[in-house]
């Protein structure tokens, strides 16, 4: 009797392991299941000729069958899966070909049980492989297409170039063409594959827009939304991955993300290899080699805007002072470094110094936030001959303007934050050692909230000086730190002047021919001060010329305020609209204040921080009769500061509103941290 090898075993015995695998999949013992449909599939007729050792065949698992299908799928062609899976392998192996409905059904429900024990890979491999048994049969293209929705955001999916959105909708609709062509639409899941082509195909309303529209819709979109967006549809994907224009300015706030930090750098290196004209770069929450820093910044030659937040150096990856830099050169124009932790000497202020080695000569703006390292050690080793913008942060440092000023000559905007020491010693002790006008270009001088000064720098404010804001808090500052009598009789000239705040730190009543230099030219618009009696707004408007061209007054008393003499005092300000008041903690504010503000003819604004309850609703509802806008905190700091706009008197902007201008302005000081997210670089 001649020999039969269970593989080849009459058709019979698969339609029995095939029903005793459905009993199985009812009672969800999905692993006896298995075993069963394996029996099913290997006894298929098929399988006759094949003898142990005779001959190698394709396994069912092998991930290149599963990528031939997924290359098909996204290809042009109608037929491009029924050509693939009826052509050889890549991979040489040979593959078996069946038309037996139990063979590709006892595939499909492999997969259905793979699925059913959390493993989607093995589920679509079993799916591909019933399509690449018998193309003409709708039983692969139906699993298929479900196991791929059934498994959206998998890392798979996250890694891959195409969504399984568009992997459904190439499976789907080649295997309608396949079904029609190759096998019979009178298949009991024929009707079952037309009802997924209609839960997946959606009229795609991007793809009738021209192509200018369409870069004018994803330019308002953010980094993350268009990496979403191009896993909607091919024509999705094209438009957007193929227009530089939408990949100047990349921003990924990485924390959203899911994933490992791994994962994080492989996509963030697969768009930048992509992005090759990116000029704006931003990201968080990331660990990167020294040669992927490196490799970023010699990859993107149009960079000119880097800012990096809450990063951390790799811990293979150790730097030094001393080490060598990278040997390269960038043109990076601003550059924001915004870093938490690491005190030791391996941590991440060398790896700002290897950054901006490579910029030091084309470097016009730095913003630099660590609260751990000294910034003394960024400014002593480098020389920034055209660093225009700097912002500072840091804390329970001392800076020393002197090397300041060695190192960064061109400045015009400087702000100096957290609880740093400013010292100014050096220049008070020795100042035949420095010119008398260090900074010629500086036009804005910004000091942050809980700042210490060590001597005076006011008289060191160049004429050119047109923004003094001056947040500092009055236990981390004396008033002699600021003005004593020989600065006061010997009041600088700062004609150009047009803001000047001393928020929190009482000024003296002699304090105002500071301002009469831009009062007398026109240029002062605003004006704010911790004013006791309002003794130096009154000298202001009865001495000297009358104030007439501030249109912004805050006011931060700390003994009261009368409506009578506030509103006498505004007398001298004509052209006022806009009104700050911000007492000092538990100084109280008559709600009669407000109702008078708000009466006042031409306002326009009023900051405050004091009503709530029923005095709240009453001056609101005032303010909504009398067209007047009642905000519910203090005017916001800034930095940097935009001052393109005309200054000289008679020009057309002298009247424009200059609470407006403030929008144009690209970041806040905030008394807590600032980081990368609120400094809007983007919308330049």
Not at 100 to 127: I, Y
Request: charged content about 25%.
């Amino acid at each position: 009797m001649a020999h039969v090898s269970r593989r080849g075993q009459s058709p019979p015995v698969t339609e029995q392991y095939l029903a005793r695998a459905q009993s199985f999949i009812e009672s969800k013992d999905h692993r006896k299941a298995i075993l069963a449909l394996q029996k099913a599939r290997d006894a298929c007729k098929c399988q006759a000729d094949v003898q142990d050792g005779d001959l190698k065949f394709h396994s069912s698992t092998k991930s290149c069958l599963l990528e031939s299908i997924f290359k098909a799928a996204v290809s042009e062609g109608w037929d491009a899966i029924y050509k693939a899976a009826a052509g050889p392998c890549p991979c040489g192996t040979r593959k078996l070909t069946c038309n037996r409905e139990a063979h590709v059904e006892a595939l499909d429900k492999l997969a259905l049980c793979s699925l059913a024990l959390g493993k989607p890979n093995n589920a679509m491999s079993f799916a591909a492989a019933a399509i690449d048994l018998c193309p003409a049969s709708p039983w692969g293209y139906c699993r298929l297409a479900q196991v791929l929705r059934q498994t959206k955001n998998t890392e798979r999916e996250l890694m891959a170039d195409v969504s399984n959105n568009d992997l459904v909708l190439g499976v789907v609709k080649q295997g309608l063409y396949n079904v029609q062509n190759y096998g019979s639409v009178q298949h009991r899941l024929y009707p079952v594959l037309l009802k997924i082509r209609r839960q997946v195909v959606r009229s795609d309303p991007f793809a009738c827009l021209p192509v200018e529209l369409k870069v004018m819709v994803c330019s308002h979109l953010s980094t993350l939304d268009l990496i979403r967006c191009m896993k909607v549809s091919r024509g999705w994907l094209k438009a957007i991955r193929d227009d530089p224009e939408l990949w100047k300015r990349i921003y990924l706030p990485l924390p959203q993300c899911p994933g490992s930090n791994s994962s994080r750098v492989k996509g963030l290196m697969r768009l930048l290899n992509r992005a090759r004209r990116t000029s704006s770069l931003a990201f968080s929450e990331i660990t990167l080699s020294d040669e992927q820093y490196k490799r970023i910044l010699t990859a993107l030659p149009e960079l000119r805007h880097l800012h990096i937040e809450d990063v951390d150096d790799d811990d293979n990856c150790r730097y030094s002072w001393h080490d060598p830099g990278w040997g390269i050169q960038t043109s990076l124009t601003r550059l924001t470094f915004h870093v938490f932790t690491r005190t030791t000497e391996d941590g991440p202020l060398p790896l700002f110094k290897r950054i901006s080695d490579t910029c030091k000569d084309t470097l016009e703006e730095l913003q630099f936030f660590d609260f751990v390292t000294d910034p003394e050690l960024l400014v002593l080793p480098m020389l920034l001959p055209k660093l225009r913008i700097l912002r500072l942060h840091s804390n329970d440092a001392v800076l020393r303007m002197d090397n300041i000023i060695r190192s960064m000559p061109s400045l015009e905007q400087i702000c100096l934050g957290g609880m740093a020491i400013v010292d100014w010693s050096r220049l008070n002790n020795s100042p035949e050692d420095y010119p008398p006008n260090p900074w010629p270009n500086l036009k804005v001088f910004v000091l942050g909230y809980t700042i210490r000064c060590r001597g005076r720098f006011l008289q060191y404010l160049p004429k050119g000086i047109r923004v003094i804001d001056i947040l500092a808090l009055p236990e981390y500052a004396t008033l002699s730190d600021w003005f004593d009598s020989d600065f006061i009789q010997n009041a600088p000239d700062w004609p150009v002047l047009e803001y000047f705040r001393f928020k929190h730190i009482p000024v003296p009543s002699g304090a105002w021919r500071v301002l009469q230099p831009s009062i007398a030219s026109g240029t002062l618009k605003t004006l704010y001060l911790c004013d006791e009696g309002l003794h130096i707004l009154s000298c202001l408007g009865c001495e000297g010329q009358p104030p007439e061209q501030v249109q912004v007054l805050g006011l931060s008393p700390s003994d009261g305020l009368s409506p009578v003499d506030l509103m006498k005092c505004l007398d001298y300000y004509p052209s006022v609209h806009t009104v700050s008041i911000s007492p000092e903690s538990g100084t109280p504010v008559h709600p009669g204040v407000f109702k008078a503000l708000v009466n006042r003819p031409g306002m326009k604004r009023i900051f405050q921080n004091v009503l709530y309850g029923v005095d709240w609703d009453e001056i609101q509802r005032l303010a909504e009769e009398r067209g007047v806008i009642v905000h519910t905190a203090d005017w916001p700091a800034y930095f940097p500061w935009r001052l393109d706009h005309k200054t000289t008197p008679g020009d057309q902007d002298e009247q424009h509103d200059v609470v407006d201008r403030w929008k144009h302005n690209r970041g806040r000081v905030a008394p807590l941290i600032n980081s990368v997210v609120s400094q809007p670089f983007f919308q330049e």
